[in-house]
């Protein structure tokens, strides 16, 4: 079993957020050298893994087809962690994607088993857009 597969298991067993925002900077690669490799990342996901995107309509199913998608992937991005929330089974994360050209923000909400295993991976994306002027007096900038 993994580091990370532990952290993910006391996030669940303790609704420790502390667990899971450290759990998912190594899982997205935030964690310099202690960063997982393919393979680790692999051993995470349950062997009924689903991943859906529900903004492009698309469903990855199984720990291979995601596995065999991210090694096609052809320059994965840079990903920013902003906040990482939740409790027990089900944690939302919120990041920035960098893809070097492109800057996408990220909603994923995983999904865990008692042993820490990812079941399922929902993720929403969005590129920045313009806020419209009309509102301007109510808002503050982020």
Do not use: C, K
């Amino acid at each position: 079993m993994t580091d990370v597969q532990e952290l993910f298991r006391r996030a669940v067993r303790d609704s420790d957020a502390d667990a899971m925002r450290e759990g998912i900077e190594r899982l997205f690669g935030q964690a310099g050298p202690e960063a997982l490799s393919a393979e680790a990342e692999y051993e995470l996901r349950h062997e009924d893994y689903v991943m859906e995107m529900p903004q492009s309509g698309e469903r990855i199913r199984g720990r291979d087809a995601m596995r065999a998608m991210q090694e096609a992937f052809p320059t994965p991005p840079t990903i920013t962690l902003r906040r990482v929330s939740g409790s027990g089974h089900v944690w939302v994360v919120e990041g920035v994607n960098d893809y070097a050209s492109e800057v996408w923000h990220v909603v994923a909400v995983f999904e865990l088993d008692d042993d820490g295993r990812i079941v399922r991976d929902t993720r929403y994306y969005t590129q920045p857009t313009e806020a419209p002027e009309w509102r301007s007096a109510w808002v503050e900038r982020i």
